[in-house]
Antibody, heavy 116, light 107 residues
């Protein structure tokens, strides 16, 4: 069974940093592209970033480009999102998702709140 | 950026009725259109990929159609568990984008 477990969320002040992690199990992690998708409270879904299976290519939404960095460690079956220069508008539930012709599996999310 | 516009914003229907949800893209996405269902407090669930292919375990009452810029998700006969928010998403171009969602509510 595919499992994705996010961690690392919390309350941070504007301008601060957080590192999210996603622990994957139940599939061959190194064979799949992975992504982060977020959802602000009461709002719709927003794609944040994706990384190819090898880690060689990364993609970012314009809203986070230059501030967020996606990475992965295939030896640890782990996905990461380093978030710097956080803003109030980054407040959201952050999901990691496995990419297979669409995001076929999702974690339950980790909540990031940016507030002073 | 490809903009996806979903209509209607809200669909009020009774169990057993047919639901028809629309997703229109600002430019062609070929068949690279995906549908998700999201219930309150839950992560999204993949329903349909590449416009018309049901994901694993998705009941046959869910079907998708369309190509290019116009797509439809049809639920042939609504079950109580189908009342939720539905999102379309294009995976044709970067950035990957979602529609704003259609809420299917009980009438």
């Amino acid at each position: 069974e595919v499992q994705l477990l996010e961690s690392g969320g919390g309350l941070v002040q504007p301008g601060g940093s957080l590192r999210l992690s996603c622990a994957a199990s139940g599939f061959t992690f190194s064979s799949y592209d992975m992504s982060w998708v977020r959802q602000a409270p009461g709002k719709g879904l927003e794609w944040v970033s994706s990384i190819r299976s090898s880690g060689g290519n990364t993609y970012y939404a314009d809203s986070v480009k230059g501030r967020f960095t996606i990475s992965r460690d295939n030896s640890k079956n782990a996905l990461y999102l380093q978030m710097n220069s956080l803003r109030a508008e980054d407040t959201a539930l952050y999901y990691c998702a496995k990419d297979s012709s669409g995001w076929s599996n999702w974690g339950q999310g980790t909540l990031v709140t940016v507030s002073s | 950026e490809i903009v996806l516009t979903q209509s209607p914003a809200t669909l009020s229907l009774s169990p057993g009725e047919r639901a028809t949800l629309s997703c229109r893209a600002s430019q062609s996405v070929s068949s690279y259109l995906v549908w998700y269902q999201q219930k309150p407090g839950q992560a999204p669930r993949l329903l349909i990929y590449d416009a018309s292919n049901r994901a694993t375990g998705i009941p046959a009452r869910f079907s998708g159609s369309g190509s290019g810029t116009d797509f439809t998700l049809t639920i042939s006969s609504l079950e109580p568990e189908d009342f939720a928010v539905y999102y379309c998403q294009q995976r044709s171009n970067w950035p990957k984008t979602f529609g704003q969602g259609t809420k299917v509510e009980i009438k």
